[in-house]
């Protein structure tokens, strides 16, 4: 018939809104054309009267809660044509809760052993405009967003791979559901965190130092870090602490063994005899090369050994 639609000639303010789960809303529908019939919105609710010899309608809504609203305002001109324009509605609803926990584990963790944590969210809407964001302590570890679309509330579970360190005991993990709903939503983005989550993290005795004073009286220092605190053991004798003073049988060879049930170190703690005069330290140069030497002598004929007569070694 050769008209222009009459669609673009109805103006809807606001174009579109984002409403909240229970929001009150009004849009204005108008005009400009003076030759119509009448104008109106229909909805769900059965929309407003249709109205004639006006420009505006407006659509009012005290308490929407229709996940799937579509308001349509409409025209009827004079030839019963009847173009007409949808509003979109965003309708959101911020989580009933957010949890962390640890999948398929209690208790301490191990360090360098994978768990995976996951964050719970409850009745969530839309699905689409949903940020799920990680974070230790306040460091942001992932953020994950979803293309599944969904008008009406969902519940989402999101999980996390992590292989804590030692470093990680006591650490504090969070996860937080954030609607970000456009330039015409909230801001700041509504948003709602969980309740942290702290691990503790295990780990195996480590040795420290190697501490050795020649002397009348020393002092071994087996002292290893680990989580739980381990339990020491001198050789034979049952001391349990990391601290050992082998009373008078110096010279000699002392090892400690820390342990725990995550795993056990050794150490040997060799004392020698007291140094005599300012010359020793000379003495014990030459004596740890040569030592070394011998080693690297053994090593050699060993190696050569196992790699037969042919080869180039
Ligand atoms: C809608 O129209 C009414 C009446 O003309 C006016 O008072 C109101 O401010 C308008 N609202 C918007 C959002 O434009
Ligand atoms: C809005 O409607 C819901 C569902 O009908 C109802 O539970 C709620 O109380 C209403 N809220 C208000 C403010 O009227
Ligand atoms: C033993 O070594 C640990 C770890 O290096 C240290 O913290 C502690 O003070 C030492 N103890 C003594 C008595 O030297």
Known sequence: LGRPTHASSLVLNPPRVVLRY?????????????????????????GTSFEQDVNIVTWTV??????????TCYITLIDSKQPSKVLPVILYNTP?????????????????TQYQLQCDIQNIAPLQNLVVKWYKGNEPLDNVTYSTV??????????????PSRDDDGAQYRCRAELDLGPEGPQPHPTV??????????????AETLDIRVGEEITLNCTATGKPTPLYSWQSSHVQEALFTPASKLPGTYTCTASSQIGKISKTFTVNPKPIGGRTTFWVIIGSGLGLTFVVVIVYVVVKQRAGPNSII
């Open 150 to 163: 969904s008008k009406t509330p969902v519940d989402v579970s999101n999980t996390l791979m992590i292989s």
């Open 193 to 206: 965190t969980s309740e942290p989550l702290s691990i503790t993290v295990h780990c195996k005795p480590e």
């Open 62 to 71: 005290d308490n929407l809660t229709d996940w799937t609203i579509e308001p």
């Open 22 to 46: 229970g929001d009150s809303v009004s849009v204005n529908c108008s005009t400009s054309s003076t030759d119509h019939e009448g104008i109106g919105w229909e909805d769900t609710f059965g």
């Open 96 to 112: 009933d809760s957010v949890s962390i926990s640890v999948l398929r584990h209690s208790g301490p963790m191990v360090e360098g």
